[in-house]
């Protein structure tokens, strides 16, 4: 069974410039999630998908991040403008249903982000 | 806000030994899981444990949890050189799943 994919596994660019990531989740996953990872930290969740609706998008800082789920499978999350503090790692996970919360979540390598 | 917190830090212990690492939360929670995250790669899930169970073992890890004191264990044993990564609790409550920062464990051959 092939995992979560994701792209691109690197990306830099300067403050200002935009930015998407890609995530294709484990096939019939009907969850799916974005979080991200500062150095040192854990994983932040940004936004959960369930099918193409959003489940929870509390922390997405929404003036500058977006993130779409067309057709209920791949995803897309995007930032415009960056700054130099969304450096970071973007990790891509899906789950088969979301029963409460009890769902094993199944991570992507993630995308390493770095803003000049 | 991250609610799982782990302790400690980071660990360094030879081969062989054992692990520990300890998490401690502040909310209800309907379970907690255990992810390990090797350097430049995604989690992995190692185990979940429910709020109604007070511990679990697979293969060498071995999980407890105290609902009253609102904390987990996570204990390796025989810990091996490849168990070198960091090791993130995860407390889940409604649909939320939230990670602590932390315990990044060094293993030396």
């Known amino acids: 069974e092939a995992g979560v994919a994701q792209s691109p596994r690197y990306k830099i660019i300067e403050k200002r410039q935009s930015v998407a990531f890609w995530c294709n989740p484990i096939s019939g996953h009907a969850t799916l999630y974005w979080y991200q990872q500062i150095l040192g930290q854990g994983p932040k969740l940004l936004i959960q998908?369930?099918?193409?609706?959003?489940?929870?998008d509390s922390q997405l800082p929404k003036d500058r991040f977006s993130a779409e789920r067309l057709k209920g499978v791949d995803s897309t999350l995007k930032i415009q403008p960056a700054k130099l503090e969304d450096s970071a790692v973007y990790l891509c996970?899906?789950?088969?249903?979301?029963?409460?919360?009890?769902?094993?979540?199944?991570f992507g390598p993630g995308t390493r982000l770095t803003v000049l | 806000s991250q609610q799982g917190e782990e302790d400690p830090q980071a660990l360094s212990i030879q081969e062989g030994e054992n692990a520990t690492m300890n998490c401690s939360y502040k909310t209800s929670i309907n379970n907690l899981q255990w992810y390990r995250q090797n350097s430049g790669r995604g989690l992995v899930h190692l185990i979940l444990i429910r709020s109604n169970e007070r511990e679990k073992h697979s293969g060498r890890l071995r999980v407890t949890l105290d609902t009253s004191k609102k904390s987990s264990s996570l204990l390796i044993t025989a810990s091996r050189a490849a168990d070198t990564a960091s090791y993130f609790c995860a407390t889940g409550g409604g649909f939320k799943t939230i990670f602590g920062a932390g315990t990044r464990l060094f293993v030396k051959a």
């Open positions: 996970a899906s789950s088969l249903v979301p029963r409460g919360s009890t769902d094993t979540q199944y």
């Open positions: 998908f369930q099918n193409n609706g959003v489940v929870d």
